[in-house]
């Protein structure tokens, strides 16, 4: 192993530290595309190399021969329970805790609102939600739309500024662990404690923290917690997400979308609505099981960790390599405008690194991906890379920064064909 500091590091010292790494045969597990550099799983994460085969298997031996009956023979309906059983394993919730269902803005949608209906009837005076002015915009909107419903106030403030607010006493607290712009790590035990002195509930947002870094729901005592099946969970484009409620809360109110696969016996059909019993209830309508599956492979990719070190492990790969980027591009990018936005400090730090310029943030991540480094642009200035430990390598972040100086050095990303903005960024 080397010891020179990142700063100095060779492709060399790169090399090393992978041949010495222990979660290193985990990349094995995916199906990369030859001569990419992947840093957008915390957007869209890598196929695993079961996928294909088991979705296969769902579709022409599940669907294709067994047709109905595999909603009982092939385990189909209880697969929301089983893969939420794996996820929870992930985010320390417990078995029976923890299911699959949905987008992660619908679920935000149900949990938001028995968070709601639980706070107002413990205290009906309060009416704020509080959240992170920069929180993912599909999470503000949903607020902003129950907000609208119920007559109450989003308060949206910096990260710094959000202990300030629970002196008013909001009803929620509603936070993504992890920023998606900034990279910033949120506390989530201080800060669901300090709210909880303030007697407001908690609601937490795992899309960048499950699968990326140890979390930590029973340890935090969060209240209600959503995350994503597509990224760092590798679910693949449009997986179900998942949701949790502690069980001190799942059964005191109806989430609002009382379908019929979250009632406690939907195949005696009644007309009146009884719901499952815990988070079953969170359920709405027929679980996407072919998504489900592919789902599953994609959960399987990190349990396959756990005995090589599991989510310590990969959150410490996580770190050397989102520092050892941080610290490449200072050394070797410097004097082209690019302003770190992440926190230095790696204790404040998710599994992703961005920097802000402002007139070529766009063009950059796209003359980065013409020679094969895949990251990522959000508006108006970030160009943002995550770090994906399970098939992420030190070479690939010596040769992203190698790339990214050649795009700066030679001036490419001025370019006519880097400026053009696709619908996706
Ligand atoms: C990716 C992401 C989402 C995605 O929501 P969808 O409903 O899957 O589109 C939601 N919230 C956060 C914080 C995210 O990062």
Known sequence: MTTAHPLRWTRADAEARDAS?????LRDQFALPDGTIYLDGNSLGVLPRATAARVQQVVTEEWGRGLITSWNRAGWIELPGRVGDKIARLVGARPGELVVADSTSVNLFKVLSAALAIARADAPQRRVIVSERSNFPTDLY????????????????????LPALLADRPALLMLTQVNYRSGRLHDMAALTQAAHAAGTLTVWDLAHSA?????????????FA???GYKYLNGGPGAPAF??????????FWQPLAGWMGHAAPF????????????GRYLCGTPSVIGAAALECGVDTLL??????????????????SEAFIAGVEARCAGHGLQLVTPRDAALRGSQVS?????????MVQALIARGVVGDFRAPDLLRFGFTPLYTRHVDVWDAVEQLRQVLETGEWREARFQQRAAVT
């Not at 979390?215 to 209240?223: I, K, P």
């Not at 920097?355 to 063009?363: K, L, V």
């Open 268 to 279: 005696e059909f009644t007309p009146d609505y009884r719901p499952a019993p815990g988070i």
């Open 304 to 321: 396959a960790a756990e005995r090589l070190g599991g989510l310590a492990a990969l959150r410490a790969k996580s770190l050397a390599l």
């Open 211 to 223: 699968g990326a870094l140890p979390v930590d729901l029973h340890g935090a005592q969060a209240d």
């Open 355 to 363: 920097f802000a310029h402002a007139e070529g943030g766009y063009a």
């Open 243 to 252: 949701v949790w409620a502690h069980p001190r809360h799942a059964e005191r």
């Open 142 to 161: 949903i607020a902003e739309s129950l907000a609208r419903a119920h007559d109450l106030r989003l308060v949206l403030a910096e990260a710094e500024d």
């Open 226 to 228: 959503v995350g994503c």
């Open 21 to 25: 790494d222990p979660l290193a045969p």
